[in-house]
């Protein structure tokens, strides 16, 4: 390829740099930036046309001396013989390709955002540029051949000597964070690179440093660690995420409800990592975040540990750094929705039972009668009596049931006095349902008010006893054996306890009951399904 194709290639690369600064001219809200960007923008043109009317390289070096001269003007002071005999090498022969990308990268340099610094061994600065002039303060006439220790805070003139010690060996400084100081004594926070610079003959000749300002990003960090401490103190789980992507922030709460720890956590997608379940699929939740800025609801989650937890939660789009996140809060209610969701049973529950009472309650007024008014008070007192005492015994048992031994136990407390040994009482804990337990109760105060007027405890030397096991198919017996009573004939109709006894166990219980009207006493036998 001829000189002039080569020169003509780079006139179009030369018009979209600078198009390219001309568009970061007018997105710049810094008139400083601005205005260099303007400027780069220039010279680009300016060499594009020189590319365009020299068809000689030695035309061109000659109508591009003016560039060359202010590219050069930064380094008047302390600049390197080899580097500018490297620079002339190139022109001599005729390299445009090298010294196109030597303008290039050049240009570069002069335009970074960064502050961009050279400095020989002895640290004396040998080139400056425009992000240096504007993090630091000093003009490039001010701080080229001035040593670099004018930017560092007398406290940390120790790390020059440490840095200095690793460039000399050719090794790099990666993004150490430090303090440095302007030229009107403010100090700023920065992430310093700082790479050796090698001769002609790969010696390390000096040092090029590459300074950015982290004073805003360190105050961002430094707010973001104290609102995270603030949200340590909460006892609520609170984390952010984005939206489509993991975890980013995970608070000591979170820690403790679902024992997962933040480094365990971090980058994870929250809704997979705790199962998320919600009343909506999670992609409306995320949706209704981003059109209304913030969801508020109950979730269900699953710990570490596997312990499944409701939460009430609120989640809130937040931007932070540019970035949008989502704020999620969320506080444990889970014993809170099984207190609600036991005394919604047991309201439920407390219906049912009254409602049965007084099923129960009309039934035995039905059956029951006598031969005088009081008579038949007496009665019907005495079994809703029995009614009450059972239903004791569910408050006890949170109106799970009662337990059989306990319920026999109670009906036949007014016939075990102290130090008789009227009553005899075995079998396995049982527990029975409500409504069995309902129709037992009114079932042994009927055996037990019978014998008391006729049957064995109506004589001082009687005895009754009160057995149940469960049969080979899994039912439930119970027996009532009555003995030294007197003696016991079969009656001539069935009486009122027979009557409320099989309707209470047939009806009630849904079980079968069998009478037997044996001379030496009463036996009573109860099946009951369980």
């Not at 099989?502 to 030496?520: F, N």
Request: charged share 30%; with cysteine; hydrophobic share 40%.
């Amino acid at each position: 390829m001829t000189v002039l194709e080569k020169l003509s290639e780079k006139v179009q690369a030369c018009l979209d740099r600078a198009f390219e600064a001309e568009r970061k001219a007018w997105e710049s809200a810094d008139p400083a930036l601005k205005a260099d960007f303007l400027e780069m923008e220039k010279r680009w043109l300016a060499l594009a046309q020189s590319y365009q009317f020299t068809e000689r390289l030695t035309d061109f070096t000659a109508l591009n001396a003016e560039w060359r001269q202010g590219f050069h003007e930064r380094r008047r002071v302390g600049a390197r013989q080899d580097d500018e005999a490297r620079l002339q090498k190139i022109i001599q022969e005729g390299n445009v390709e090298a010294l196109f990308e030597r303008m290039w990268l050049s240009s570069i340099v002069e335009f970074s955002d960064d502050a961009i610094i050279s400095k020989n061994l002895d640290g004396t600065i040998t080139s400056w540029n425009k992000g240096a002039e504007r993090l630091f303060g000093y003009l490039a006439e001010e701080a080229i051949g001035m040593p670099v220790t004018i930017l560092i805070p007398p406290d940390r003139l120790y790390e020059e000597d440490a840095i200095l010690k690793l460039i000399r060996r050719g090794d790099r400084v990666e993004h150490y964070e430090t303090i440095r100081q302007r030229k009107d004594g403010r100090r700023v926070d920065i992430s310093l690179t700082v790479s050796p610079i090698r001769g002609a003959e790969g010696k390390v000749v000096g040092a090029s440093k590459v300074a950015r300002d982290i004073t805003e990003r360190k105050q961002e960090r430094e707010l973001l660690r104290r609102q995270a401490d603030l949200l340590d103190q909460s006892h609520d789980a609170i984390f952010t995420w984005k939206i489509g992507g993991g975890i980013a922030y995970w608070s000591k709460g979170a820690e403790r409800l679902y024992n997962y720890t933040a480094e365990e956590v971090i980058g994870r997608s929250s809704h997979e990592l705790l199962r998320t379940r919600s009343p909506v699929p999670m992609q409306e939740i995320e949706r209704e975040i981003a059109r209304e800025g913030s969801w508020y609801g109950e979730l269900a989650h699953t710990t570490r540990d596997g312990r499944s937890v409701v939460v009430e939660s609120r989640l809130v789009r937040v931007k932070y750094s540019g970035e949008t996140y989502t704020l999620e809060t969320n506080r444990d209610i889970t014993e809170r929705k099984a207190h609600e969701q036991y005394v919604h049973l047991l309201t439920r529950e407390a219906e049912h039972r009254a409602k049965n009472l007084l099923a129960n309650v009309g039934a035995m007024v039905q059956l029951s009668q006598a031969d005088t008014p009081d008579g038949l008070k007496e009665v019907i007192a005495g079994r809703i009596a029995a009614l009450g005492s059972v239903h004791s015994l569910f408050a006890q048992s949170r109106w799970t049931g009662a337990d059989l031994a306990s319920l026999v136990r109670q009906e036949l407390s007014p016939y075990s006095r102290k130090g008789e040994m009227r009553t005899h009482i075995d079998g396995p804990a049982v527990m029975l349902k409500p409504d069995v337990a309902q129709a037992i109760a009114v079932a042994l105060h009927e055996l037990a008010t019978n014998a008391a007027k006729y049957g064995s405890l109506s004589v001082g030397e009687g005895q009754v006893r009160v057995e149940w096991l469960h049969s080979a198919n899994g039912q439930l017996v119970l027996r009532w054996t009555e003995a030294g009573g007197p003696p016991v004939d079969p009656p001539t109709r069935r009486g009122f306890g027979t009557n409320v006894i099989e309707s209470m166990i047939r009806g009630g219980a849904k079980g079968e009951v069998q009478l037997d009207w044996r001379v030496e006493g009463l036996a009573c036998e109860i099946i009951l399904p369980m």
